[in-house]
């Protein structure tokens, strides 16, 4: 079956101009086309997709959607990190232009917002440039709201739409396909979505465009409270004498239990310090987060430290180090260091 894109793009090679004044008609068509096709089941069969950023996390979501049969076009700076997909039958795109232009719907898991504003609306080579009315983009980086809002208004004007929908749960997250997913936008199109949101794990709806952001970044500012409290928790067992590892195991089915304890404990006992998620990138985060408190004139003091603690280990050359390293910056702190 045929997409929809596949169809206008036919119908725009025969008609050149029919977005011009002079061919309302096939315009009201074009768009008319588009919109209907909005309310079809997504499948498959009748839904393009395409992915830009395939690092820790894109990569394992890419594979789900490749494993339920949907054709997928790929593309990262770094192409040697999108060879895996291409190995599994993902096709190549050189530019985010090129990739939306095979495409129904695009995703984004990028590092920061400058990169979100290039790779989706740089008007030469981003995405929504190449995007055919109808189609939808979902930015699934965290990134600042206000920006979420700006790509929903700029899909508008090309009558397509945008949903940002950042996650939480990590490269394990990613890998099992159990993700948090935090979206905002219309609900309609959101639930549209639900069949591929499914394949990487649960979609929460959080309102209109913009929320899914505020929503990612409350859970950031709890995640970062709760990795403060137990990176000094197991310092605390480790000066008094414990046995730590048995201490975190004593603990996880109490109330000191938590996803951060669950991911992260026995990494941090084994030194294992590779990324699930970068430091650098939870420095982004929790500085977008101070700065949305300070537009909403918030105090939060423990989001202040646990920042502090973040920024200095990205100070000492770690930022490429998993945020399970939070451990090193309290070794620091207390002259002390696990298993010594």
Known sequence: MRSLSYLLGSLSRYFPHSQSSSTPHLTFLLRSMATSA???????????????????????????????????????????????????GARLAQTPHDLAAQSDV??????????????????????????????ILVDMTTSEPSLAVEISTAASSKNCSSIDAPVSGGDRG??????????????????????????????????????GQFAKLANQITIASTMVGLVEGIIYAHKAGLNVASFLDAISTGAAGSKSL????????????????????FVKDLGICLKECQ??????????????????????????????????ALERLNNATLGS
């Open 295 to 328: 537009n909403m004139g918030l105090a939060l003091p423990g989001l202040a430290l646990a920042q502090q603690l973040y920024l200095s280990l990205k100070a000492h050359g770690e930022g490429n180090l998993g945020t399970q390293a939070l451990i090193l």
């Open 174 to 211: 990613a890998k099992n396909g159990t993700l948090a997913i935090f979206a905002g936008g219309d609900e309609a199109i959101v639930n549209r979505l639900n069949p591929i949101f499914t394949l990487m794990g649960k979609v929460n709806y959080m309102g209109p465009s913009g929320k």
């Open 38 to 88: 909005a309310a079809g089941p997504i499948n498959p069969s009748n839904t393009r997709l395409g992915w830009i950023g395939t690092g820790v996390m894109g990569r394992s979501m890419c594979a789900h959607l490749i494993n339920a049969g949907y054709s997928l076009t790929v593309f990262n700076r770094t192409l040697s990190k999108a060879q895996p997909l291409v190995d599994m």
């Open 262 to 281: 669950d991911l992260y404990g026995s990494r941090i006992l084994k030194r294992d310090f590779d990324p699930g998620f970068f430091v650098n990138h």
């Open 106 to 135: 695009v995703f984004s898991i990028v590092g920061y917002p400058s990169d979100v504003l290039q790779v989706l609306l740089d008007p030469f080579n981003g995405a929504l440039s190449g995007l055919r009315p109808g189609g």
